[in-house]
């Protein structure tokens, strides 16, 4: 008799456990990068600053279901960044940086959120400090960055941060020019200004 019990309450486990998942994920609403989201990098050398933009670039992040105008929980996120998409107004620069973040071939560099935490912020914005996994020249690491939040128009959510980080971490050797008189600087800072919208597609 219990051997029939357990085997009933087996079957209903496996029967129920299908609906919750999708109900959970029913409830998440997906996340995707508007076209004028902007990106860029910044860096010194031995000569003058210099600033790099992302043309163009791919992302997504998952918006949970308890989110509110004032606590917004990410559950998952993906940036997707392709090399020949990098423009630094100058053809020189851009070859030598593009060369430089290839590494072993690599032909994008990618950033996976893993989680997010809430941090006070004022009026409107939203805290949140981001955890995930970057990229670069097919060498990953760890990050965290603190970035602000908030809602916009037609239920979209603009994101606001930057990230310091320095690119021999990553194997990467500083770009040099003008026959090795100009040396660009190991650190450098990403700063990204992004408006998402809910995917129609879902």
């Not at 809430?118 to 990953?140: E, F, M, N, R, Y």
């Not at 021999?168 to 992004?194: C, E, N, Q, S, W």
Request: aromatic content about 6%.
């Amino acid at each position: 008799m219990k051997t029939i019990t357990k085997l009933i309450a087996l079957l209903m486990l496996v029967s129920l456990a299908p609906n919750a998942y999708a109900q959970a994920n029913a409830q998440r609403v997906k996340y995707v990068f508007d076209s004028d989201s902007k990106l860029s990098i910044d860096g010194t050398s031995t000569i003058h600053d210099w600033t790099c933009e992302i043309e163009k670039f791919d992302g997504t992040f998952t918006i949970d279901p308890q989110s509110t105008a004032q606590n917004l929980s990410i559950s998952a996120g993906k940036l997707i960044v392709k090399l020949d998409d990098i423009e630094c107004g100058k053809g020189t620069m851009n070859k030598k940086l593009r060369a430089a973040l290839s590494g072993n071939k690599a032909d994008n560099v990618t950033f996976t959120l893993e989680s997010t935490t809430s941090t006070d912020k004022p009026l409107d914005l939203i805290g949140l400090g981001l955890s995930g996994s970057l990229k670069i020249a097919g060498v990953s690491k760890s990050v965290e960055m603190d970035a602000t939040a908030r809602y916009t128009q037609n239920d979209s959510v603009q994101l606001e941060g930057f990230l310091s980080l320095d690119m021999t971490d990553y194997g990467v050797d500083p770009p040099t020019a003008i026959l090795g008189t100009l040396h660009t600087g190991d650190k450098v800072t990403v700063r990204f200004l992004v408006t998402a919208h809910p995917d129609p597609n879902l």
